[in-house]
């Protein structure tokens, strides 16, 4: 059983900078691959971000590539969202998730925190 919990969301200006937080708690972070989603109002949940459980390896989703980068910190058993240049659309509630394997889909996740929001105005 995992435990996630998000921070650092805000308000942010167009073109402005932000840096999410998970905490996770349970046994064997560093197996768990840590990915990021996002859901916006009315959207579906989408994939921003995942990475391997000893952070070799980080998938993007295109919209956001070159601008975010994930990290972990297996020793605090944390993962990171930077997330730069940020645009109006990035607005959405930002949940971290844990899976087995490294995919895009959320269906492949078995934990999820509770969100943290995101608004950037233009």
């Known amino acids: 059983q995992v435990q996630l919990v998000e921070f650092g969301g805000g308000l942010v200006q167009a073109g402005g900078s932000l840096r999410l937080s998970c905490a996770a708690s349970g046994r064997a972070f560093n197996t768990y691959t840590m990915g990021w989603f996002r859901q916006a109002p009315g959207k579906e949940r989408e994939f921003v971000a995942a990475?391997?459980?000893?952070?070799?390896?980080?998938i993007y989703a295109d919209v956001v590539k070159g601008r975010f980068t994930i990290s972990r910190d297996n020793a605090k058993n944390t993962v990171y969202l930077q997330m730069d240049a940020l645009k109006p659309e990035d607005t959405a509630l930002y949940y971290c998730a844990a899976a087995g394997i490294l995919k895009r889909t959320p269906d492949k996740y078995d934990y999820w925190g509770q969100g943290t929001q995101v608004t950037v105005s233009s």
């Open positions: 990475i391997s459980g000893r952070g070799g390896t980080s």
